[in-house]
């Protein structure tokens, strides 16, 4: 079907491109970042980090070696078009892209212990659906889950009284333990709900906001400042390296909760944060919102 094929097409190409560029958002705050390292090493490594995202676009490479697991989060119109081929479009997507790009080879198949060299396996592609009523529009997020940058992520409930108090230790624990494994400056999403499944979700879905917005509740947003302050003073700085700054952002996402718990989780994005978002119209024209200068070729 063409329709099928045209979509097929531009996703595998929009991944593949994902991987290559880092989104608009991004750069521009490494670069905010970068002026204000006054320490050597941290100013010759976003240098090296600057020229490493050059060299990317020239020679059409990687933005980073380790492209990650492949993931999307689909707002889906119930009138898009193409809802029911949907799967199957982005699972195919992954794997043009992967011969097409390339993507490094990064799905293995859990107990088979085996590389499917095509980075899609069971379930991977992960897909996670929102089905918005009345629309025939598709908005998708993708995102590249690389190694290190997920090695961070935990999910807890914690003990009732331990309050928010107990949020901000929950993260600051896996910021001084783990955050330096994760290639900072780091993306830190938040999950605050009521139990681990929804909070895990929501902590990777505050990867996608974009660098700059806050939580629209203000008493979060607050927690959200505190957390980057507190983050900026364990020192990581770029790489691990030590420097001012050890985050891109901290975002937090919660939904309500059981009064007697309070479940929260944590995912990071490094400073190679490939994630994107296209949202398609039911005439499968599209707009991409995260890099005003990806065109389809
Ligand atoms: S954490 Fe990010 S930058 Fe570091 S190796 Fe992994 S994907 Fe690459």
């Given at each position: 079907m063409e329709n099928v094929e045209k979509m097929t097409a531009v996703m595998a190409s929009f991944v593949g491109y994902s991987g290559k560029i880092l989104p608009d958002d991004v750069t521009a705050k490494l670069k905010e970042l970068a002026s204000k390292e006054n320490a050597p090493l941290a100013k010759t490594i976003y240098e090296t980090m600057f020229k490493n995202q050059e060299l990317a676009k020239e020679l059409n490479r990687p933005s980073c070696q380790d492209t990650g697991a492949i993931q999307f989060f689909v707002k889906c119109g119930a009138k898009f078009p193409l809802i029911g081929e949907l799967e199957q479009i982005l699972r195919e997507s992954v794997l043009r892209a992967t011969k097409e790009a390339p993507l490094r080879h990064n799905s293995v198949e859990t107990f088979d212990e085996y590389n499917t060299g095509k980075n899609v396996g069971k379930d991977v592609p992960s897909i996670f659906w929102e089905i918005v009523p009345g629309s025939d529009k598709c908005e998708i997020d993708t995102y590249m889950a690389g190694g290190g940058c997920t090695l961070p992520g935990k999910a807890g409930v914690l003990m009732p009284g331990m309050g928010y108090e107990g949020v901000v230790k929950f993260v600051m624990d896996i910021m001084t333990s783990y955050g330096l494994n994760a290639c900072p400056p780091l993306v830190v999403g938040v999950?605050?709900?009521?139990?681990?499944?929804?909070?895990?979700?929501?902590?990777?879905?505050?990867?996608?906001?974009?660098?700059?917005?806050?939580?629209?509740?203000?008493?979060?947003?607050?927690?959200?400042?505190?957390?980057?302050?507190?983050?900026?003073?364990?020192?990581?700085?770029?790489?691990?390296?030590?420097?001012?700054?050890?985050?891109?952002?901290?975002?937090?996402?919660?939904?309500?909760?059981?009064?007697s718990v309070i479940a929260v989780a944590v995912n990071t994005g490094c400073w190679s944060h490939r994630r994107a978002n296209i949202v398609w119209n039911g005439d499968l024209s599209f707009t991409v919102t995260s890099h005003k200068d990806y065109k389809y070729e």
């Amino acid at each position: 079907m063409e329709n099928v094929e045209k979509m097929t097409a531009v996703m595998a190409s929009f991944v593949g491109y994902s991987g290559k560029i880092l989104p608009d958002d991004v750069t521009a705050k490494l670069k905010e970042l970068a002026s204000k390292e006054n320490a050597p090493l941290a100013k010759t490594i976003y240098e090296t980090m600057f020229k490493n995202q050059e060299l990317a676009k020239e020679l059409n490479r990687p933005s980073c070696q380790d492209t990650g697991a492949i993931q999307f989060f689909v707002k889906c119109g119930a009138k898009f078009p193409l809802i029911g081929e949907l799967e199957q479009i982005l699972r195919e997507s992954v794997l043009r892209a992967t011969k097409e790009a390339p993507l490094r080879h990064n799905s293995v198949e859990t107990f088979d212990e085996y590389n499917t060299g095509k980075n899609v396996g069971k379930d991977v592609p992960s897909i996670f659906w929102e089905i918005v009523p009345g629309s025939d529009k598709c908005e998708i997020d993708t995102y590249m889950a690389g190694g290190g940058c997920t090695l961070p992520g935990k999910a807890g409930v914690l003990m009732p009284g331990m309050g928010y108090e107990g949020v901000v230790k929950f993260v600051m624990d896996i910021m001084t333990s783990y955050g330096l494994n994760a290639c900072p400056p780091l993306v830190v999403g938040v999950g605050v709900a009521t139990s681990i499944d929804v909070a895990s979700l929501l902590s990777k879905k505050a990867l996608f906001r974009p660098l700059g917005k806050h939580n629209p509740n203000e008493r979060a947003a607050k927690t959200e400042k505190l957390l980057e302050d507190g983050i900026n003073k364990i020192g990581l700085g770029p790489q691990g390296m030590g420097g001012a700054s050890s985050v891109l952002g901290v975002h937090i996402e919660n939904s309500a909760r059981h009064p007697s718990v309070i479940a929260v989780a944590v995912n990071t994005g490094c400073w190679s944060h490939r994630r994107a978002n296209i949202v398609w119209n039911g005439d499968l024209s599209f707009t991409v919102t995260s890099h005003k200068d990806y065109k389809y070729e």
